[in-house]
């Protein structure tokens, strides 16, 4: 999975750090100060080192929780995300970290206690309800057998029954979440595409099938799911695509049963665009129309109408107190 793990030498001697090098006896373990000594570094090609990465275990220092951007998300109070990892371990080419990263090597924070202190006084400063948003510079679940972020969170969002803690994902990985009990403010929001963009852009990404088994296995064991229809990517046939896959996601899940149902289009920072054209320049999707606003990019076959028609066929499946429109695509 991992070419090298670098090992920032402030954790190494950490027993979560010890933990997971135990996991990989064979691999070169690198020492470094900082991590962004690897991972900022000038002269690296995210798409070659994406072939190869390696695993970086540092601190993260600064702020570990961030405001949420205005409108996105569901409604449930004051918005914040926080990212333990930075870099996805699956390969979409969609994926805005590519022009955000210099690197395509995967960054886990792993100073948890200190993101729990953060939390927590986020959450303290609070008049009212909050949530909490995981999975958004990472997937949230895609390394849990390493990470075990899951079973270090959970437990404590359990004592915080004030906050909601969405983690987002594409990944199978769900047996932790299936051997605890559920919690109530915690929602697992599901990532889909259409069957046909999945195949098309979202390398390495578990079988569609596969992610619906594990959704539903999810809901039957009292966990609240939620799904979310992003990036829409305008081209040929994608009303017929997503009609299909609206088909075949609610007769596998329970719609009475499902938190919140979003859908986005295609959307990111017009610089993040022109470096990701650069990295795949046989990529028809970045040689689409495109149309610009406040510096975000979408595509300009996409927009308010076709949404709208795919907004239309959802809302024969959910209920319109279930569904929002994802505001925003950039929260990095």
Request: proline share 5%; with cysteine; net charge negative.
């Amino acid at each position: 999975m991992f070419s090298a793990i670098y090992v920032e030498e402030a954790v190494h001697g950490t027993e979560r750090v010890q933990q997971i090098l135990a996991r990989y006896p064979g691999l070169p373990v690198i020492p470094c100060a900082r991590y962004g000594e690897v991972f900022n570094r000038a002269g690296q090609n995210f798409r070659v080192q994406k072939q190869n990465p390696a695993l970086i275990l540092a601190e993260k220092h600064g702020p570990c929780v961030l405001p949420a951007p205005a409108g996105y998300g569901f409604a449930a109070g004051a918005s914040f995300y926080f990212s333990h990892m930075l870099n996805c371990l699956y390969d979409c080419r969609y994926c805005f970290l590519q022009g955000m990263y210099r690197s395509a090597h995967y960054v886990l924070f792993v100073n948890y206690e200190d993101f729990s202190a953060d939390l927590q006084k986020t959450i303290a400063a609070q008049e009212g309800r909050c949530v909490f948003y995981s999975g958004y510079d990472c997937d949230s679940l895609a390394l849990e057998p390493v990470s075990r972020f899951t079973q270090f969170f959970l437990p404590m969002f359990r004592e915080l029954p004030q906050a909601t803690l969405e983690i987002r994902t594409k990944s199978t990985q769900v047996r932790a979440l299936l051997e605890m009990e559920p919690l109530s403010n915690c929602v697992i929001a599901m990532s889909f595409s259409s069957e046909q963009a999945g195949n098309r852009y979202e390398h390495r990404v578990p079988d569609l099938s596969k992610r619906l088994e594990a959704a539903a296995k999810l809901q039957a064991a009292g966990w609240s799911v939620a799904l979310r229809f992003e990036p829409v990517i305008s081209e040929p046939a994608v009303e017929q695509d997503y009609y299909a896959l609206f088909e075949r996601v609610f007769t596998v899940l329970d719609t009475d049963k499902l938190h919140s149902v979003s859908i986005g289009e295609f959307r990111m920072p017009r610089d993040y665009h022109k470096k990701i054209a650069e990295l795949y320049p046989d990529e028809a999707l970045f040689a689409q129309p495109v149309v610009v606003s406040d510096g975000l990019l979408s595509l300009r076959g996409a927009g308010d109408e076709l949404l709208h028609k795919l907004e239309s066929r959802l809302l024969s499946y959910v209920e319109a107190r279930q569904y929002y429109r994802c505001a925003s695509e950039d929260i990095a």
